[in-house]
């Protein structure tokens, strides 16, 4: 890590104007690469609002998407013909490559056996041991989005504890999920500003407060009125704050005393190894979800328990009235998504398969950081596993207050865009580069070089402004 000290006002603003002027260079070039695909979104999204099924699918640094036309492994090409090694993968979604031929298989296996019915398939209960024994929890759900998976995990730990109030650390992302979308506003939990259509005051029943602050921690669980803490083990969701060490022993030993249930939100950290941080790492949690890569790609997410949760969820399950849960959507627990999430446990989610993925990671880590080094960059590289990004400041981050601090807007999407154009995929949120399965050491090298290029032109660029 470089112990430069941070920039300097002047040196920022020279860096980010010309990071500025890098970046309308550079997509102009992205533009001109991709007629049809420019064409193909002016022309013909007229049936979806704004031009795309998904409006997140204009959050990318790119003037427009690229429209694509195949995607295997860790490569996407897109209509115009241009194909790239892809480090986004689907913001996780295809963590193991975009369709693992495994999970393709069991896609095709289904012809004669139906999608879904509203009962158990003859895959199910072997999934659900496989989830059993990789992930340390004895009891699982199945939902089809990670979003539902966390919202249904939370709704289990109020019914448990009998208790509201849902505890997050601030800068987190946990999905759709209203009750965790709140930022921490001058040491007040309020509803995130870019919330749409929000009615109920969420700081009734939230409380945001800063990532690696145990006496903060210590403070909001002290009445005991915290169902749950809900948490991922690295936060990955602004920039990468790694846990201080210490901090999950704490977190968990301060939630045991107060009566609040763990919840682990695996989603993006299942790139640590094959059982996520938590089997890594000895975490204890008392729920964990996990959603996007657990199939393979197809959408699908699962909830597991200690058998102490499962048997006051069934309880609590007796307790209140049969009916409308509010736990459970149709399409959950379908055949379908067992046998992918069957095949991906089995035969994609392999010890062989993080081998890989580890490996290259932690090359472009000690490529990318030697490129800081030598350009005498305040900047580092976070890493938790198959995932990593670089951070704008020689120190770790502590928190999300400290990571909106160390932004540097102009910088990030220029870098996203001249590493594009050099045929890489990154992640359109901070840059984030997710090193899937099938990425070689000659990938990984040249992933390097072309970081180095694009700093080069950009460190280049801010001293002729300053
Ligand atoms: N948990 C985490 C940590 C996430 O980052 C996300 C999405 N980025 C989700 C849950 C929600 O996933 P989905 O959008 O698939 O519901």
Same mark, same amino acid.
């Given at each position: 890590m470089s112990s430069q000290p941070d920039f300097s006002a002047s040196s920022f603003r020279a860096f980010e104007s010309a990071a500025a002027a890098l970046y309308a260079r550079e997509a102009e070039v992205y533009a001109e690469r991709r007629p049809r695909s420019s064409a193909a979104c002016r022309d013909h999204g007229a049936g979806f609002i704004s031009n795309v099924p998904l409006h997140w699918m204009l959050d990318w640094p790119m003037p427009f998407p690229m429209v694509v036309a195949e995607a295997q492994g860790v490569h996407i090409a897109d209509i115009d013909g241009n194909r790239l090694t892809d480090f986004c993968l689907g913001d996780t979604g295809a963590m193991f490559g975009h369709a693992p031929p495994p999970v393709v298989r069991a896609l095709a296996g289904l012809e004669t056996r139906g999608f879904t019915f509203m009962l158990p398939s003859a895959d199910a209960f072997a999934a659900g041991d496989l989830l059993a024994a990789r992930f340390g929890l004895p009891h699982w759900?199945?939902?089809?989005?990670?979003?539902?998976?966390?919202?249904?995990?939370?709704?289990?730990? #109020?019914?448990?504890?009998?208790?509201?109030?849902?505890?997050?650390?601030?800068?987190?992302?946990?999905?759709?999920?209203?009750?965790?979308?709140? +930022?921490?506003?001058? !040491?007040?939990?309020?509803?995130?500003?870019?919330l749409i259509g929000q009615v109920a005051d969420l700081s009734q029943t939230t409380v945001a407060i800063p990532f690696n602050d145990l006496d903060a921690l210590r403070q909001a669980l002290a009445a005991g009125d915290v169902a749950c803490v809900i948490a991922e083990p690295v936060m990955t969701n602004c920039s990468m704050i790694l846990p201080e060490p210490g901090f999950h022993e704490a977190l968990r030993a301060l939630t045991r005393t107060a009566g609040t249930l763990l919840l682990i +939100?695996?989603?993006?950290?299942?790139?640590?190894?094959? =059982?996520?941080?938590?089997?890594?790492?000895?975490?204890?949690? +008392?729920?964990?979800?996990?959603?996007?890569?657990?199939?393979?790609g197809v959408p699908a997410a699962v909830w597991g328990m200690t058998a102490e949760v499962a048997e006051a969820f069934a309880a609590a399950r007796d307790r209140d009235e049969h !009916?409308?849960?509010?736990?459970?959507?149709?399409?959950?627990?379908?055949?379908?998504?067992?046998?992918?999430?069957?095949?991906?446990?089995?035969? *994609?989610?392999?010890?062989?398969?993080?081998?890989?993925?580890? +490996?290259?990671?932690?090359?472009?880590?000690?490529?990318?950081?030697? *490129?800081?080094?030598?350009? =005498?960059?305040?900047?580092?590289?976070?890493?938790?596993?198959?995932?990593?990004?670089? *951070?704008?400041?020689?120190?770790?981050? #502590?928190n999300a207050a400290e990571a909106r601090a160390a932004a540097m807007p102009e910088t990030e999407r220029a870098l996203h865009m001249m590493l594009l154009n050099r045929g890489f995929l990154l992640t359109p949120f901070h840059n984030m580069v997710l090193v899937g399965p099938g990425v070689t050491n000659a990938e990984a090298a040249a992933f390097v070089a072309a970081f180095a290029d694009a700093v080069a032109e950009l460190s280049s660029s801010a001293e002729a402004i300053q």
């Open positions: 759900q199945v939902a089809t989005t990670a979003s539902d998976a966390n919202r249904f995990a939370i709704r289990a730990a #109020r019914a448990v504890t009998r208790r509201a109030k849902v505890l997050v650390f601030d800068g987190c992302y946990h999905g759709t999920v209203e009750d965790t979308l709140v +930022d921490l506003v001058d !040491g007040r939990t309020i509803a995130r500003r870019s +939100d695996e989603t993006h950290t299942l790139s640590t190894g094959p =059982g996520g941080y938590t089997r890594v790492h000895g975490l204890e949690p +008392d729920l964990m979800v996990m959603g996007k890569p657990i199939a393979g !009916g409308h849960s509010g736990i459970g959507t149709t399409l959950s627990g379908s055949a379908l998504q067992l046998a992918c999430l069957r095949a991906c446990l089995e035969e *994609v989610m392999t010890e062989e398969a993080y081998t890989v993925m580890l +490996d290259r990671a932690a090359e472009i880590e000690a490529g990318v950081a030697s *490129v800081i080094r030598s350009f =005498g960059l305040p900047w580092h590289v976070a890493r938790v596993g198959a995932r990593l990004e670089v *951070v704008f400041r020689s120190a770790p981050l #502590r």
